[in-house]
Structure formats: structure tokens, C-alpha cells
């Protein structure tokens, strides 16, 4: 069982992760090119940053309320009926992931940083995925006693 739900939980990260990263990328849309040009190096170069443990539990804490941001967001924008107020919504839910990853103390290029990496870094993703189980159980415990 323990197997099964970690399982679960690496496909989940790694799926939320380029998630992430796209949601992002996506608030970007305005830079210009030698922006995206820069972006692309640090791409590459992504697999040589040094992650604290203090930036992973910032990001785990960001990634997690962007998370629950987006699934709200999802459910109203299929709902919409129409495209602008679709677009309107997704512009909302932006804003607000962006609220809620700097509210973490992290920098939206650090988060972007850290997801970027943590596609292409096994390790670094085994970290934010830990890290993930903990919080993820520590909520579930706080949810039951709260209840």
C-alpha cells in the first residue's frame, strides 16, 4: 500500500511539477525575447543550481497552494459558459498563484528554478517529493482533528 501511494505521489509530482512550471512560464507571457533567450540558458543550466532545504520546503509549501489554486480555478473556468469570462478567470488564478508563491518567501524565478530542475534532477525530486509526503500527511492529520 505505502508503495502504491508513493508511487501515486512521484507520478503526481512529476506530472504538477511540469504543471508548474508551465503555470510559471505562463505568467511570463510579456517578457522579451532576451528574456526567453535568458530563460533558456538557465534551463540549462538548471541542473547546477543548489538547492537549500529552506527553498524546497518554500517551494513545497508554494507548489502545494498553487495546486489547490489551479483545482479551484479548473472546476470555474469549465464552468464559465463563455471565453472571456474564461479568460478572465484564468487571469485571476494566475495572479493568485503568483501571490501565493511569493507569500511562500520564495521568488517566482527561484520557484520556476526549482521546477525546472526538479524535471530533470532525480535526486531534487525525490527531496520536494518527501518533503511533499510529510506536509501532504501533516495536513490530512490537522484536516481529522479539525474535524
Given at each position: 500500500m505505502k508503495l502504491i501511494k508513493t508511487t501515486l505521489l512521484t507520478a503526481a509530482l512529476t506530472a504538477g511539477l511540469s504543471a508548474g512550471a508551465a503555470i510559471a512560464q505562463e505568467t511570463n507571457t510579456q517578457a522579451?525575447?532576451?528574456q526567453g533567450v535568458q530563460a533558456?540558458?538557465?534551463q540549462g543550466a538548471t541542473q547546477q543550481i543548489q538547492i537549500s532545504e529552506k527553498q524546497v520546503d518554500q517551494f513545497v509549501d508554494a507548489y502545494l497552494t498553487v495546486q489547490l489554486i489551479g483545482q479551484k480555478y479548473q472546476a470555474?473556468?469549465?464552468a464559465a459558459g463563455d471565453q472571456a469570462k474564461a479568460k478572465d478567470l484564468q487571469q485571476e488564478a494566475r495572479e493568485k498563484m503568483q501571490t501565493a508563491i511569493s507569500d511562500s518567501g520564495i521568488a517566482m524565478q527561484k520557484y520556476r528554478e526549482i521546477s525546472l530542475a526538479a524535471n530533470q534532477d532525480e535526486a531534487l525530486r525525490g527531496r520536494i517529493s518527501e518533503?511533499?509526503?510529510v506536509e501532504l500527511e501533516s495536513r490530512?492529520?490537522?484536516?481529522?482533528v479539525d474535524s
Amino acid at each position: 500500500m505505502k508503495l502504491i501511494k508513493t508511487t501515486l505521489l512521484t507520478a503526481a509530482l512529476t506530472a504538477g511539477l511540469s504543471a508548474g512550471a508551465a503555470i510559471a512560464q505562463e505568467t511570463n507571457t510579456q517578457a522579451s525575447k532576451a528574456q526567453g533567450v535568458q530563460a533558456q540558458e538557465q534551463q540549462g543550466a538548471t541542473q547546477q543550481i543548489q538547492i537549500s532545504e529552506k527553498q524546497v520546503d518554500q517551494f513545497v509549501d508554494a507548489y502545494l497552494t498553487v495546486q489547490l489554486i489551479g483545482q479551484k480555478y479548473q472546476a470555474e473556468i469549465q464552468a464559465a459558459g463563455d471565453q472571456a469570462k474564461a479568460k478572465d478567470l484564468q487571469q485571476e488564478a494566475r495572479e493568485k498563484m503568483q501571490t501565493a508563491i511569493s507569500d511562500s518567501g520564495i521568488a517566482m524565478q527561484k520557484y520556476r528554478e526549482i521546477s525546472l530542475a526538479a524535471n530533470q534532477d532525480e535526486a531534487l525530486r525525490g527531496r520536494i517529493s518527501e518533503k511533499l509526503t510529510v506536509e501532504l500527511e501533516s495536513r490530512q492529520q490537522a484536516q481529522k482533528v479539525d474535524s
